[in-house]
């Protein structure tokens, strides 16, 4: 039972991703009780998924239906500085080396990004058959700082496949956002803002 709850999940996953591509969406959290499955997404791109008057997130929920047996509730949560979201920054490189930009300018120019935004530090590793040369190898690229021993470092890490036609390419991206003093909050909703679609939303009278 576990074992096809957690190939169902594994679906879900998928699906979403597939299906909301350009939605800029950075985790999906499902969660399961006896009767509903919450599966909760963080993006960049909320409009997407809820559509003009929640229409899109009513579609995606019917969809969706068809894959669990269980009821679905959908909850979208905005990440508002998509430059200092590691798994959002390595897909952008990945997509861009895909799409036969240079790897060196879509590393620079992710980088230009995300210290506007105020991060403290980024890095960025890129390994694999670079420009089709044929040995393969790895380029680092940083600005700023990046104290990976220290355990108070906020930073957040993640690593993105891009597919090319020499074969796979790794993009690793670290985001130092800063340092946590005191007691650490692991809940990964933390900072971001809850969108809601028309069917989510109170009547007011």
Do not use: C
Not at 102 to 109: E, F, L, P
Request: hydrophobic share 35%; aromatic share 6%; charged share 30%.
């Amino acid at each position: 039972d576990y074992g096809d709850k957690l190939t169902e999940d594994e679906k879900i996953r998928r699906y979403i991703y597939a299906r909301l591509i350009k939605a800029s969406i950075s985790r999906v959290i499902i969660e399961r009780t006896l009767r509903i499955v919450t599966i909760t997404i963080t993006t960049a791109r909320p409009g997407i998924i809820i559509g003009k008057g929640g229409q899109e997130v009513d579609k995606l929920k019917e969809e969706l239906k068809k894959i669990t047996s269980k009821d679905i509730q959908l909850n979208i949560y905005e990440i508002k500085r998509p430059e200092l979201d590691a798994f959002l920054v390595a897909s952008s490189v990945a997509r861009q080396i895909e799409n036969r930009i240079s790897y060196k300018r879509a590393v620079k120019m992710a980088i230009a990004a995300s210290m506007r935004m105020n991060a403290e530090g980024i890095k960025i590793q890129v390994s694999g058959r670079l420009n089709g040369a044929e040995m393969a190898r790895s380029e680092h690229f940083k600005e700023g700082r990046i104290p990976l021993s220290t355990f108070r470092a906020d930073i957040d890490y993640s690593l993105v496949e891009a597919h090319t036609t020499y074969g796979r390419i790794g993009v690793k991206v670290w985001i130092m956002k800063g340092e946590v003093y005191g007691k650490r909050d692991l809940n990964p909703l933390v900072g971001l803002s809850k969108k809601q679609g028309k069917s989510n939303r109170r009547r007011r009278n």
